[in-house]
């Protein structure tokens, strides 16, 4: 749904101003998971945490898959998880002190799980609200992809775009060659953060490219052997 590069939501927080005053308030007890509290129909909804706490959610999808965000705000939310099928679990990234974010979830029509856990000492209220994003673009990454086992593939020739929301974010992506080639391969880095490549193979030394500033890309030109990447 992006005509180029220009158009992608890179800033730190493409999503729309929320307006909490009619969202509803979660409902005690939410803890465990199976008394999990319904997102209002806003997809939206306030909480209030304390210290040792656990809150859990749930909201419904319908029709078509599409991407998802899913955002916390408040100083009293030390973590945030999204809970899929086969118990895989998706946690947040956080852009400042009080807010927290599961970006770019591909979420098919159903029930889906989220659970918060409480900053140590510190209680209070918070808002919660999962986000709709429309159909993915097909270059646009989809978390979770953080572990090499959900990397995304890479094709000869077409970029990918991602998205690092902060400096413990990892993002990984795969290719395959049958036979010995030369491979080109460029990371263009955002503006403020100082990025690290590692390539890696299940058989010999990783080839690895250290950023020495912000916004410096990465270009590695390599003659590899044929295997899984």
Do not use: C
Not at 129 to 152: C, F, S, V, W, Y
Request: aromatic share 6%.
């Amino acid at each position: 749904r992006y005509s180029d590069e220009s158009t992608l939501p890179m800033a730190t927080s493409p999503f729309p101003a929320a307006d909490f005053s009619r969202a509803p308030s979660e409902t005690e007890p939410d803890n465990p998971a199976a008394l999990a509290s319904p997102i209002g129909p806003g997809l939206a909804s306030r909480g209030d945490i304390r210290s040792g706490d656990y809150d859990y959610y749930s909201f419904e999808t319908t029709g078509d898959p599409q991407l998802w965000a899913i955002e916390t705000v408040g100083k009293s939310v030390s973590s945030l998880m999204y809970y899929g099928g086969g118990n895989q679990a998706t946690g947040a990234q956080r852009l400042d002190s009080t807010r927290l974010v599961i970006p770019n979830l591909y979420l098919t029509a159903g029930k889906h799980s989220l659970g918060l856990i409480a900053s140590s000492g510190q209680g209070g209220p918070y808002t919660i609200r999962a986000i709709p994003l429309g159909k993915p673009d097909l270059r646009m990454e989809q978390e979770p992809n953080d572990a090499e086992t959900l990397a995304h593939p890479l094709r000869p020739g077409i970029p990918r775009v991602g998205m690092l929301l902060d400096r413990n974010d990892r993002d990984s992506y795969g290719f395959a060659l049958t036979e010995a080639a030369r491979v080109q391969l460029t990371v263009i880095s955002p503006p403020d953060i100082a990025i690290t490549v590692t390539l890696t193979r299940s058989i010999g030394p990783p080839h690895t490219f250290v950023a020495q500033s912000k916004g410096e890309n990465a270009h590695m030109d390599l003659m590899l052997p044929p295997g899984e990447y």
